[in-house]
């Protein structure tokens, strides 16, 4: 009888093989994507001001901690937001836009009507809630917003302007940056 109790102790207090934990969210080591497995190649808390507003966590096929090397090739990409504090649909929409606008201004034209897709995809977000990006080369970026899937915007420029709101030159914090890439 000890025994069990002590393996029952250890079983529901263990943190689960093959995961990483940051501000209390733990993300799997690996992610699905177009049928090829990705592993997770960090994860950042994107604070605004003093609020923690969520964790994520960017999947690619090997880790890579370079934003170039990322934005350069053409293979699956991945990335989990989980949301520490509520979030109004229109700031979420005002972070793109400005995101596209600092990490990817000579684009900005062209995938204003992509972004809006996006935008519309969008919903008020609460603490617990959830929304995945998932790119497949040929397919394009599928999103889904607590675990439901909204659509898929076609094309590799959007994904990299997309990724690039993250990981691009102008990210929404130095240290969020460099947790995703491995930092």
Not at 13 to 19: R, T
Not at 35 to 42: A, D, E, I, M, Y
Request: with cysteine; aromatic share 10%.
């Amino acid at each position: 009888m000890r025994k069990f109790l002590v393996f029952a102790f250890l079983f529901l207090f263990a943190s689960p093989a093959g995961a990483a934990t940051l501000e209390g969210v733990t993300m799997p080591d690996t992610m699905q994507v177009g049928g090829k497995s990705l592993v997770l190649n960090g994860m950042g808390v994107r604070k605004k001001f003093v609020v923690k507003v969520y964790v994520a966590g960017l999947y690619l096929p090997s880790k890579m901690n370079s934003s170039e090397k990322v934005l350069a090739g053409d293979t699956e990409r991945g990335l989990d937001m989980h949301f520490l504090h509520d979030v109004e649909k229109a700031k979420m929409c005002k972070a793109w836009y400005d995101g596209l606008k600092n990490n990817s201004p000579a684009k900005e034209a062209a995938l204003k009507a992509q972004f809006d897709t996006l935008c519309s995809y969008m919903s008020d977000m609460a603490e617990g809630d959830k929304m995945t990006f998932t790119y497949v080369p040929g397919q394009g970026t599928t999103v889904s917003v607590r675990g439901k899937e909204k659509g898929t915007i076609a094309g590799k420029d959007f994904a990299d302007a997309m990724f690039s709101c993250w990981i691009g030159p102008n990210p929404p914090g130095a240290d969020f940056k460099q947790g995703l890439l491995g930092g």
